[in-house]
């Protein structure tokens, strides 16, 4: 049986705040003067930080409880009893067993639903996990594997629940570093490295064209290609770590977060698409020049 140490708990606290937090203002739209919920996260948030367990955060968690109860429009109450349960991981057994895996999973479960019914959108409830998720660091979901395995049940709270628990441990792919992004692009045909900027960021350029530019954000690398505005949208409805591009026009470019969460095989296929469509456009201006009609010379009068 696994036994989680005070540690653990906090890390799981301080993940479970942060999901909670995304759909409190689904409860304060409704429940504008009712701040119960917003201190118990504030009592979670210290916790996380390294504060002492005390009998207030039991307190909060009955508080936020019964603010869920009263609130009246489902998505509130909902995004309260996220809030609810996120409080309660502070006092999860130390001896974790099934249930009580539920219990861990149950923030994003419950915020996954308040956004499903807010947005009157059984996808939104999928876009909220895949968020969660994301936000899980690797000692997190290495953590939630060594857990009981949770078998969920039939209703559609359940089927949320299992959706989570199977994300947080499915194993995140390799993460693809910045140098090898890097040597993608240099290895793309008729492509040229240039620093306008500074030493920083490295910019890619084909046919005297930005297609990639490679760099740091927030101390974490970054790199943000060209793409075509249809496909664009997609990939930032599926990928949260891919958002429109920084400092770029945000039609026409993504930014992406080498975080691990995006496939190196999709990021290599990104740089290659990106390098495409600067080459299709060059060839497209590049045309063969229509020939000139001549002029038809004049007779000189004498």
């Given at each position: 049986?696994l036994?989680?140490?005070?540690?653990?708990?906090?890390l799981?606290?301080?993940?479970?705040?942060?999901c909670?937090?995304?759909?409190?203002?689904?409860?304060?739209?409704?429940?504008?003067?009712?701040t119960?919920?917003r201190?118990a996260?504030?009592?979670?948030?210290g916790?996380?930080?390294?504060e002492?367990r005390?009998?207030?955060?039991?307190?909060?968690?009955?508080?936020?409880?019964?603010a869920?109860?009263?609130?009246?429009?489902?998505?509130?109450?909902?995004?309260?009893?996220?809030?609810?349960?996120?409080?309660?991981?502070?006092?999860?057994?130390?001896?974790?067993?099934?249930?009580?895996?539920r219990?861990?999973l149950?923030?994003?479960?419950?915020?996954a639903?308040?956004?499903?019914?807010?947005?009157?959108?059984?996808d939104?409830?999928?876009?909220?996990i895949?968020?969660?998720v994301?936000?899980?660091?690797?000692?997190?979901r290495?953590l939630?594997?060594?857990?009981?395995?949770?078998?969920?049940?039939?209703?559609?709270?359940?089927?949320?629940?299992?959706?989570?628990?199977?994300a947080?441990?499915?194993?995140a792919?390799?993460?693809?570093?910045?140098?090898?992004?890097e040597?993608?692009?240099?290895?793309?045909?008729d492509t040229?490295?240039?620093?306008?900027?500074?030493p920083?960021?490295h910019v890619?350029?084909?046919?005297?064209?930005?297609?990639a530019?490679?760099?740091?954000l927030?101390?974490?690398?970054?790199?943000?290609?060209k793409?075509?505005?249809e496909?664009?949208?997609?990939?930032?409805?599926?990928?949260?770590?891919?958002?429109?591009?920084?400092?770029?026009?945000?039609?026409?470019?993504?930014?992406?977060?080498?975080?691990?969460?995006?496939?190196?095989?999709?990021i290599?296929e990104l740089?290659?698409?990106?390098?495409?469509?600067?080459?299709?456009?060059?060839?497209?201006?590049?045309g063969?020049?229509?020939?000139?009609?001549?002029?038809?010379?004049?007779r000189?009068?004498?």
């Amino acid at each position: 049986m696994l036994v989680v140490t005070e540690q653990d708990l906090r890390l799981l606290a301080a993940w479970a705040e942060e999901c909670a937090l995304h759909v409190l203002p689904l409860f304060e739209a409704k429940a504008p003067k009712d701040t119960r919920p917003r201190e118990a996260l504030a009592a979670l948030r210290g916790f996380a930080r390294g504060e002492k367990r005390t009998a207030r955060l039991r307190t909060h968690v009955s508080a936020t409880l019964a603010a869920a109860r009263e609130v009246g429009d489902p998505s509130a109450r909902a995004a309260a009893r996220a809030v609810a349960v996120a409080t309660g991981i502070a006092y999860t057994h130390a001896n974790v067993t099934a249930q009580q895996v539920r219990h861990v999973l149950g923030p994003v479960a419950y915020a996954a639903q308040a956004q499903a019914l807010a947005d009157d959108d059984p996808d939104a409830a999928e876009q909220a996990i895949s968020r969660a998720v994301a936000k899980a660091s690797p000692a997190l979901r290495a953590l939630v594997r060594r857990m009981p395995m949770y078998r969920p049940g039939r209703g559609a709270f359940d089927a949320l629940l299992g959706r989570v628990n199977a994300a947080l441990r499915k194993r995140a792919p390799r993460r693809m570093t910045l140098a090898e992004v890097e040597r993608r692009c240099a290895a793309k045909p008729d492509t040229v490295l240039t620093t306008p900027f500074g030493p920083r960021p490295h910019v890619y350029k084909t046919a005297g064209k930005m297609f990639a530019l490679c760099g740091h954000l927030d101390d974490a690398e970054v790199i943000s290609l060209k793409c075509d505005p249809e496909r664009s949208s997609t990939l930032r409805l599926t990928f949260p770590a891919i958002t429109a591009g920084y400092h770029l026009h945000k039609l026409h470019w993504n930014t992406i977060r080498l975080d691990g969460t995006v496939p190196a095989s999709l990021i290599r296929e990104l740089v290659d698409h990106a390098h495409e469509v600067i080459q299709a456009a060059a060839r497209t201006t590049r045309g063969p020049k229509p020939a000139r009609a001549r002029r038809p010379k004049r007779r000189r009068k004498w």
